[in-house]
């Protein structure tokens, strides 16, 4: 059986209500939303995510940033509403209009993590 990839919704945004609802479609993704109070970097890093969205509209998830230096294979993807683009801590961004395409972006994470 498939690894299921843990996607983490940072925020409580609508544009994050809507991707969180597309994603849980989808059975290889388990989907966590989280809302202020927002949790520490040692716990949300305890949480294990393979992929952290957010709104870019709303403030940096500071916790979820300081995780790039300690979580490998973790990625911060940022959502702009108002651009249909998504930064991809990478320093890549993609279009993002459907959920499509944001599962083409989170996809390749899991096709490199370890068995």
């Known amino acids: 059986m498939e690894k299921r990839q843990r996607v983490v919704l940072y925020g409580d945004s609508l544009i994050l209500e809507t991707v969180g609802a597309s994603l849980r479609k989808y059975p290889q993704f388990e989907i966590t ?42 990625q911060l993807i940022g959502i702009d509403p ?22 083409n972006i989170i996809r390749p994470a899991a096709d490199n993590s370890p068995p």
Request: aromatic letters at 6%; glycine letters at 4%; proline letters at 11%.
């Open 33 to 74: 939303s989280l809302s202020a109070p927002y949790p520490s970097a040692r716990q949300l890093e305890a949480m294990e995510p393979d992929v952290i969205l957010f709104d870019m509209g709303t403030p940096r998830p500071e916790a979820a940033f300081s995780l790039l230096a300690t979580c490998p294979g973790l």
């Open 82 to 103: 108002e651009t249909h683009q998504t930064l991809v801590w990478s320093g890549r961004q993609e279009p993002a209009v459907v959920a499509a395409d944001l599962i």
